[in-house]
């Protein structure tokens, strides 16, 4: 009996040296192509699929990827070859008859059931190689982009994603309030479809804040630098401050120092019982002097604070 040769790595579209993380790139994005529940009644579609499949249980695996390179010749011209001369080239775990090629039974001594990588295992209902039972589908983790201010307010947001099949979906996510950076939003059902009547997977939203104009944001809590005049710091004064929630009126003491930090509680992010605060720290701000009588004021001044140093060393 004559047996077609199979080139696994041009079935793949990989080169010979191809890592392990090449080929399953290369499977995931052909059988995603081809799938029978995505081609339905192509029966070319179910073909490659199948070849795909084929290809990828023999290259992921290390030792029936060393059987097959061991071709030599036939691998290198594509012959066609007998089968008498392979039989003792069988592997444990592949008995009886499959979904596979009369190639990868000569080689491999049958074809079980299979099981692809990356949520591809076992697809019901396409022929005698696929498992029956219901396959649920995979979760996918998708980035959700947040001003900050719509994470501490929270509400539904519009968005719309790519698809595994190159398409878009828009979907409505409600955003809790307070929600930090980096955390994940569960959409029950939104990741890849099941197979064979298996449910679908979720859908999961890993949150990132974008940076702010005016607020730096550090875990929960919220920094804002307040400039103050000279006079301000030292006299004291009562300041208007924006936060997140609206401006509110905040007392500087007589005589704060710049780089002190005043809390301003419960207006950072997070939950009723993991609030964040708003820490407002004070920059002392100095005019330049553009008049003469301005200049003389601060000499005035200096000489009336001579015996003050800022400094200790």
């Not at 795909?52 to 030599?72: I, S, T």
């Not at 010749?73 to 008859?97: A, L």
């Not at 190689?129 to 982009?145: C, I, K, T």
């Not at 979720?202 to 920094?223: Q, S, W």
């Amino acid at each position: 009996m004559s047996v077609e040769y199979k080139d696994y790595y041009k079935i793949l579209g990989v080169s010979k040296t191809a890592g392990k993380d090449e080929i399953s790139r290369a499977f995931k994005k052909l059988a995603r192509k081809y799938h029978p529940d995505l081609n339905p009644n192509d029966s070319e579609a179910e073909k490659k699929f199948k070849e795909v499949n084929e290809a990828n249980e023999v290259l992921k695996d290390p030792e029936k990827r060393r059987m097959y390179d061991q071709l030599g010749p036939n691998w290198q011209q594509g012959q066609q070859f007998g089968g008498g001369g392979y039989q003792n080239m069988n592997f444990g775990g592949f008995q009886g008859g499959g979904d596979f090629s009369d190639f990868f039974e000569t080689i491999f001594g049958g074809g079980g059931g299979f099981q692809g990588a990356g949520g591809f295992q076992g697809f019901g209902g396409h022929g005698g190689g696929y498992a029956n039972r219901p396959q649920r589908g995979r979760d996918v983790e998708a980035s959700l982009s947040l001003t900050l201010e719509e994470a501490y307010h929270g509400g539904r947001k519009s968005i719309t994603l790519s698809d595994a099949g190159g398409g878009t979906k828009s979907l409505e996510v409600n955003i809790p309030a307070g929600v930090k950076d980096g955390a994940r939003i569960r959409l029950s059902g939104q990741g890849d479809h099941g197979y064979a009547g298996g449910g679908a997977g979720d859908l999961y939203l890993k949150v990132t804040i974008a940076p702010h104009h005016r607020f730096t944001l550090d875990g929960l809590n919220i920094l804002l630098d307040l400039p103050l005049s000279p006079w301000e710091a030292a006299l004291g004064a009562e300041v208007t401050v924006p936060t997140l929630d609206g401006n509110v009126s905040l007392r500087i003491a007589p005589g704060t120092g710049s780089g002190r930090k005043l809390r301003l509680r419960g207006k950072g992010l997070g939950n009723t019982s993991n609030k964040g605060d708003q820490f407002v720290r004070i920059k002392i701000v100095v005019p330049e002097s553009t008049t003469d009588k301005q200049k003389e004021m601060w000499e005035e001044l200096a000489k009336e604070f001579e015996s003050f140093s800022p400094r200790d060393f």
